[in-house]
């Protein structure tokens, strides 16, 4: 089955860092952008940061600018999520997809496939 498992969610204050890793299962990840999505309670899933393939240009959602760092490892089919700083607001789950091309598509979720069953990341004091 092609998919991504998505680990290291967990409850942490406000202010600490969490690491989320992105791994493909079934595909390399050396041709696509690959995204962050996040969905917290009672809301839609919401576009977090996104890496293409070919240069590594980066995007991020202006709330976490400053605060999250993405990356990728194509050698290990991950896909990285460093977030610090956190914030109450930060509190949801956590998903990660591929975009059948290079360059990052927007923050369209329609534009991305092989989503995980995501990551629960809490913030709260």
């Known amino acids: 089955q092609l998919q991504f498992v998505e680990s290291g969610g967990g409850l942490v204050q406000p202010g600490g860092s969490l690491r989320l890793s992105c791994k493909s299962s079934g595909f390399t990840l050396d041709y696509k952008a690959i995204i962050w999505f996040r969905q917290a309670p009672g809301k839609g899933r919401e576009g977090v940061s996104c890496?293409?393939?070919?240069?590594?240009?980066?995007y991020y959602t202006d709330s976490v600018k400053g605060r999250f760092t993405i990356s990728r490892d194509n050698a290990k089919n991950t896909v990285y999520l460093q977030m610090d700083a956190l914030q109450a607001e930060d509190t949801a789950v956590y998903y990660c997809?591929?975009?059948?091309?290079?360059?990052?598509?927007?923050?369209?979720?329609?534009?991305?496939?092989?989503w995980g069953q995501g990551t629960q990341v809490t913030v709260s004091s």
């Open positions: 997809a591929a975009h059948k091309y290079p360059p990052c598509a927007g923050w369209d979720l329609n534009e991305y496939d092989y």
């Open positions: 890496i293409s393939a070919a240069d590594g240009y980066v």
